[in-house]
Structure formats: C-alpha cells, structure tokens
C-alpha cells in the first residue's frame, strides 16, 4: 500500500468516524449548529470575538447548546440561569477542568508618557513572590523581568485565533510550528527557574521555621515520605507554584491596565473616585481595605471595570464529572463545558446599557453599593478563582493609591480612547496606551 492510498484511508476512515459521533449524539447532547466533519463548527466561529459568536447562537439554540470543536462535543451555557445552574446548582457535577490541550501539554503560560504594563505587571508579581518565595525582587532584577517579560507574552499568545485553533485540533500541537511553541518554551523557562528557587529551599528548610509556601509544601512532602502514592512531589510543586504566577499576575495586572484606561476615557468617573479617596482617606494616610466599606463609589467602580471588560469571556472550561441529564438533555461524564461569563456579565436585565461603562450598576438609588449575583468575573460554584480575595484586595489597594496621589492625563482626548480589546480568546487583552501620572 502507498503512502497515497494510506493518507485516503485514514482521511476516510476520520470522516466517517466523525459523522458517526457527531450524528450519535445528536438526540442526546443538546442542539447546535451542524458543523463540517472532522473539523466540525471551528470555521463559524469569529476566533476574534468569540463571545459575540456565541450570543449568536444563543439566540439561535437557546441557552444550552453543543458545538464541535474538531471532533470534540463541547456544551456551551449562555447567561445567568444557565450559568447558575450548573455552577452553583449542580457544583459537584460541573466542577471537574476541562480539557485545554495546549496548556496540558505543557504541564507535562514622572510627568512624561509611560506604558503602565510594566509597573502593574511588578505588583501581582511581586505579591506572589512574597508568598511563595518569602520575598520580594527589585523591579531592576534581571530575573524577575524575564519571569515577568515571559508571563506577559503567554496570556497575549494564549488570546489569540492560533491556540483556540491548537486546543481544537490538539494532534497540531507536536507537529505544527506556531506560536503554541513560544508558550511551551516560556513554560519551560519558568518551570527551570522555579526549580532553581525550590532546590534552594530544600537546602535552607528549616522545619520549625517556615517562610512561605514552598517551605510549607516540603515539610508537608518530608510528612508524606511513607506514603507511596503522595502528590506532594516536586513535579507538582513546580507545576503549582507555575500555575500560581499564571492566574496571579497577569490577571490582576491585566484588569488595573484596562481600569486605567477606562478611568482616562471617563474622566467624570475618576473625579468622584477621587472625591471619595479625599474625604474618606485624605491625602496623607496609605489606603487599607477597611476603607473600602466607607467608599461605595469606589467599590462600585472597581465592580463595574471587572464587569465591563469581561477578562475570562468563556472561563476556563469545565467538563462534567458523571453523567447528567440537564435541562432534559443528557450530558456524557467527561463532556467539556464552556460557561459564558460575558452572557452574565452583559445581562441587560441585570445590567441596563451592560456596553455602557457606568458604576450605577453596582449602586442603589440612594448610593449605596449594590451587590450583584451576575457579578462573576472569578467564576462560581466549586471552581471559583482561588486568588478572588486577594485579587480584589490589590485592585482596591493599587486603583486607591495611585488615584489619590496622581492624575491621570491621556496623550489623546478622552472621546478617542479606545476601549475595545486587541485580543478576546482566552482572555480580554487591552490595547497599548501611555500616559502622564501628574503628582496632585
């Protein structure tokens, strides 16, 4: 048999295999679009705004329905009810990870114009830093630059068409260049370093006196010694304290870059800010998190930033933990489950003018701060954002510090800021900006 007639009888034998699943489980999973075979519905979707692809469908097929990633089923939940549902209602059921090839793959990402990514991008870091390594880097320091300079580029290269195409198409990743090998490379470099710190610490540990979180795993590992099958491993602690950097820094720095830069665009809006920081805290004093339950405006707008740029629009993926018949549709154990946060975070039931930019969303009528069960930037249920406390107290911290010591002044006029992201896959990537921080 020539390679010729081989490659036609694989292509033929995976055509028939995909018609056979995707017509198989028609009566089961829920409805959706009819996709091509093999490739299945990749090609309608708009890899530059995949949340307004899928409010598309939604409307089309309601709020539960399945698309086909390659040959892959994934059920899609759009909105609030569904969102919840599943969840919170259904939380244990939900709450196993969904698959992500490329990121298993890799496991096995004064006065003059300045670009803010660096400095907000040293804070969550350096936060990190202190919690696992038990200390803080010098933002001069020639490591922590490259960590940082690597970690930056994972989120922009995991945003764009390319890895959702990748994590798709998953047999692409081993033998196709691309952009998916940059993150590869950058998580090895991470990984190399981070062993480098925990070598150093197995060499310093001092068991009755613990630093930080990688002293407190290996006592915890030195405990489980008797135990063959332990997870405490360095392999796991390596991928941890990754992983850790990965949903701690770029986040967080990725939310006060675009805070920034909505704050510019409405200059209305950081004028009550900082009337509140003034009268609250004066001008003297270092912001604290008890402040913020005396400053409703200010909390409303931090609210209203998460809400407004949408950071995860279809969360990190979930997949079902047993079988599940869920709103009369039967949903496999193991099914990948893609939540639409942005449905929720853009109900306009919940949120009137939800594209409109505006902190009365999380007010009352009398100004007080209104909470919101649509607020889900961190996700809901038994997969929410581990980090979402000390996320929301360095928002507060960074956002109030900055406010009540600078002004903001834009290069251009505020009318002609851009707020729209340059990348919306994975996550929400603002566009490059600069601007003067004018001491008050």
Same mark, same amino acid.
Request: aromatic content about 12%; some cysteine.
């Given at each position: 048999?020539?390679?010729?007639?081989?490659?036609?009888?694989?292509?033929?034998?995976?055509? /028939?295999?995909?018609?056979?699943?995707?017509? *198989?489980?028609? #009566? =089961?999973? %829920?409805? @959706?679009?009819?996709?091509?075979?093999?490739?299945?519905?990749?090609?309608?979707?708009?890899?530059?705004?995949?949340?307004?692809?899928?409010?598309?469908?939604?409307?089309?097929?309601?709020?539960?329905?399945?698309?086909?990633?390659?040959?892959?089923?994934?059920?899609?939940?759009?909105?609030?009810?569904?969102?919840?549902?599943? /969840?919170?209602?259904?939380?244990?059921?939900? *709450?196993?990870? #969904? =698959?992500? %090839?490329? @990121?298993?793959?890799?496991?096995?990402?004064?006065?003059?114009?300045?670009?803010?990514?660096?400095?907000?991008?040293?804070?969550?870091?350096?936060?990190?830093?202190?919690?696992?390594?038990?200390?803080?880097?010098?933002?001069?320091?020639?490591?922590?630059?490259?960590?940082?300079?690597?970690?930056?580029?994972?989120?922009?290269? /995991?945003?764009?068409?390319?890895?959702?195409?990748?994590?798709?198409?998953?047999?692409?990743?081993?033998?196709?260049?691309?952009?998916?090998?940059?993150?590869?490379?950058?998580?090895?470099?991470?990984?190399?370093?981070?062993?480098?710190?925990?070598?150093?610490?197995?060499?310093?540990?001092?068991?009755?006196?613990?630093?930080?979180?990688?002293?407190?795993?290996?006592?915890?590992?030195?405990?489980?010694?008797?135990?063959?099958?332990?997870?405490?491993?360095?392999?796991?602690?390596?991928?941890?304290?990754?992983?850790?950097?990965?949903?701690?820094?770029?986040?967080?720095?990725?939310?006060?870059?675009?805070?920034?830069?909505?704050?510019?665009?409405?200059?209305?809006?950081?004028?009550?800010?900082?009337?509140?920081?003034?009268?609250?805290?004066?001008?003297?004093?270092?912001?604290?998190?008890?402040?913020?339950?005396?400053?409703?405006?200010?909390?409303?707008?931090?609210?209203?930033?998460?809400?407004?740029?949408?950071?995860?629009?279809?969360?990190?993926?979930?997949?079902?933990?047993?079988?599940?018949?869920?709103?009369?549709?039967?949903?496999?154990?193991?099914?990948?489950?893609?939540?639409?946060?942005?449905?929720?975070?853009?109900?306009?039931?919940?949120?009137?003018?939800?594209?409109?930019?505006?902190?009365?969303?999380?007010?009352?009528?009398?100004?007080?701060?209104?909470?919101?069960?649509?607020?889900?930037?961190?996700?809901?249920?038994?997969?929410?954002?581990?980090?979402?406390?000390?996320?929301?107290?360095?928002?507060?911290?960074?956002?109030?510090?900055?406010?009540?010591?600078?002004?903001?002044?834009?290069?251009?006029?505020?009318?002609?800021?851009?707020?729209?992201?340059?990348?919306?896959?994975?996550?929400?990537?603002?566009?490059?900006?600069?601007?003067?921080?004018?001491?008050?």
């Amino acid at each position: 048999m020539d390679l010729v007639t081989f490659l036609v009888l694989i292509l033929s034998s995976l055509l /028939l295999l995909s018609l056979w699943r995707q017509s *198989s489980r028609t #009566g =089961s999973l %829920p409805p @959706g679009p009819t996709g091509l075979p093999i490739i299945g519905n990749f090609f309608q979707l708009d890899a530059k705004n995949i949340t307004q692809t899928l409010t598309s469908f939604s409307k089309v097929y309601g709020p539960v329905f399945t698309l086909y990633f390659g040959m892959k089923p994934t059920v899609v939940l759009h909105g609030y009810e569904a969102v919840k549902e599943a /969840l919170i209602d259904h939380g244990e059921e939900f *709450s196993d990870r #969904g =698959s992500f %090839p490329v @990121g298993e793959k890799i496991n096995k990402g004064l006065g003059s114009p300045c670009d803010p990514t660096f400095i907000l991008g040293c804070v969550p870091c350096n936060v990190i830093c202190s919690i696992i390594f038990g200390n803080r880097f010098d933002y001069k320091d020639q490591d922590f630059l490259i960590l940082m300079k690597k970690l930056n580029e994972n989120v922009k290269i /995991l945003s764009t068409p390319w890895i959702q195409f990748c994590n798709s198409f998953p047999v692409l990743i081993d033998y196709v260049p691309g952009s998916h090998k940059t993150i590869a490379k950058n998580f090895d470099y991470i990984k190399t370093y981070l062993l480098k710190k925990i070598k150093e610490h197995q060499e310093s540990l001092d068991v009755t006196n613990p630093r930080d979180f990688i002293d407190y795993y290996l006592i915890k590992q030195k405990q489980e010694n008797h135990n063959q099958h332990s997870e405490f491993t360095l392999e796991n602690l390596s991928t941890t304290v990754s992983d850790l950097f990965g949903a701690g820094t770029e986040t967080t720095s990725t939310t006060l870059r675009y805070a920034l830069l909505l704050l510019m665009k409405y200059p209305e809006v950081t004028a009550k800010v900082q009337e509140e920081i003034h009268r609250v805290i004066g001008k003297h004093r270092i912001p604290c998190m008890q402040d913020r339950s005396h400053m409703p405006y200010t909390d409303a707008m931090i609210h209203e930033v998460q809400r407004f740029i949408d950071l995860l629009p279809t969360n990190l993926p979930h997949a079902v933990t047993c079988d599940i018949k869920f709103r009369n549709y039967f949903i496999p154990k193991g099914t990948t489950v893609l939540t639409s946060l942005s449905s929720v975070l853009h109900d306009s039931k919940e949120f009137p003018n939800p594209e409109m930019f505006d902190p009365g969303h999380f007010l009352d009528k009398n100004g007080n701060f209104k909470k919101s069960n649509y607020f889900m930037p961190f996700s809901a249920g038994k997969r929410v954002c581990a980090g979402e406390g000390m996320a929301r107290m360095e928002l507060f911290l960074v956002l109030t510090t900055i406010l009540q010591n600078f002004k903001l002044k834009s290069l251009v006029h505020p009318k002609d800021i851009d707020t729209s992201a340059v990348l919306n896959g994975f996550a929400s990537v603002p566009p490059f900006y600069e601007l003067c921080f004018i001491p008050l």
